[in-house]
């Protein structure tokens, strides 16, 4: 079974950046759409953005366009998040996962989550 090993969250202040990565074990990493996700405290996990399995076309939430940059490294089964220009309202637990269907603008169908890693934007 795949594990996606999350690395790179941390402390900053706000108006800095950080650089998550997420890397995959097996060796199907390069078929799969992968995503960052993120759960703040008391709410929901929110889509942050995704990748397509070639890397060509991405695909970010509102909230976060412009600011964060998301890649991939098949050679090296990781995907990254570039955060710029953080926000206090950026804090959470950001989770990666994978999913087989080809459709980048279709948040549904990710799974194989990783444990996550913390982010915390102070003002």
């Known amino acids: 079974q795949v594990q996606l090993v999350e690395s790179g969250g941390g402390l900053v202040q706000a108006g800095g950046s950080l650089r998550l990565s997420c890397t995959a074990s097996?060796?199907?990493?390069?078929?799969?759409?992968m995503g960052w996700f993120r759960q703040a405290p008391g709410k929901e996990r929110e889509f942050v953005a995704a990748i397509s399995r070639s890397g060509g076309t991405t695909y970010y939430a509102d909230s976060v366009k412009g600011r964060f940059t998301i890649s991939r490294d098949n050679a090296k089964n990781t995907v990254y998040l570039q955060m710029n220009k953080l926000k206090p309202e950026d804090t959470a637990v950001y989770y990666c996962?994978?999913?087989?269907?080809?459709?980048?603008?279709?948040?549904?169908?990710?799974?194989?989550w990783g444990q996550g890693t913390q982010v915390t934007v102070s003002s």
């Open positions: 097996g060796r199907t990493f390069s078929s799969y759409v």
């Open positions: 996962a994978r999913k087989p269907t080809p459709s980048v603008a279709e948040v549904k169908g990710f799974g194989s």
